[in-house]
T-cell receptor, first 114, second 114 residues
Framework: AQSVTQLDSQVPVFEEAPVELRCNYS??????LFWYVQYPNQGLQLLLKYLSGSTLVKGINGFEAEFNKSQTSFHLRKPSVHISDTAEYFC????????????FGAGTRLAVHP | SQTIHQWPATLVQPVGSPLSLECTVEGTSNPNLYWYRQAAGRGLQLLFY??????ISSEVPQNLSASRPQDRQFILSSKKLLLSDSGFYLC?????????????FGQGTRLTVV
């Protein structure tokens, strides 16, 4: 079975500051890793994903994440945030074989202040 | 291009009443389909997934059921709603190819049971 832990439920940050949202996972099999963003009362939008290859993955809106197999982590980063980045961010894993079942973390609410 | 439609967007239902939420996907065939629930302040919980017509897998025991009467139609139902069924329900689809694991989400239905 897989599980995902997002270490921070809320992250306040000032505009133009860097941010890191932390994600750790547990799995006995190989997994694919994802970050999704959810704006208020909307569905989820994929930010980026790691399937294989380079451990540094770049996504939309200037976000990137680094897969660290030894630490079972997939932290999300952005060097300079904007007010419009205020949203909830979800880390998710899916086993690399079988059905594409996403297991989500509890989410991190990013609040960007002016 | 593929699109996913989910309705209604909001719903207020009394305790004990029935429920039917519908989700349809366009522009793809034989998708994997999912229902997730997001309770207030919590992450997303996978409720059901389906890999084909009439094939439903339940992830957690609950007061809800799902059906897939057509290839691109996924329905979430309940015979009698409970207060604890309140939440934000998201339908999603993903491709059935082994390496294609990105899930695409609908806009969600906010259900309030009163």
């Amino acid at each position: 079975a897989q599980s995902v832990t997002q270490l921070d439920s809320q992250v306040p940050v000032f505009e133009e500051a860097p941010v890191e949202l932390r994600c750790n996972y547990s799995s006995s099999v190989s997994v694919y890793l994802f970050w999704y963003v959810q704006y208020p009362n909307q569905g989820l939008q994929l930010l980026l994903k790691y399937l294989s290859g380079s451990t540094l993955v770049k996504g939309i809106n200037g976000f990137e994440a680094e897969f660290n197999k030894s630490q079972t982590s997939f932290h999300l980063r952005k060097p300079s945030v904007h007010i419009s980045d205020t949203a909830e961010y979800f880390c998710a894993v899916s086993p690399s074989g079988g059905y594409n079942k996403l297991i989500f973390g509890a989410g991190t609410r990013l609040a960007v202040h002016p | 291009s593929q699109t996913i439609h989910q309705w209604p967007a909001t719903l207020v239902q009394p305790v004990g009443s029935p429920l039917s939420l519908e989700c349809t996907v366009e522009g793809t065939s034989n998708p994997n389909l999912y229902w997730y629930r997001q309770a207030a302040g919590r992450g997303l919980q996978l409720l059901f997934y389906s890999v084909g017509i009439g094939q439903i897998s339940s992830e957690v025991p609950q007061n809800l059921s799902a059906s897939r009467p057509q290839d691109r139609q996924f329905i979430l139902s309940s015979k009698k709603l409970l207060l604890s069924d309140s939440g934000f329900y998201l339908c999603a689809w993903s491709g059935d190819r082994g390496g294609d694991t990105e899930a695409f989400f609908g806009q969600g239905t906010r259900l309030t049971v009163v």
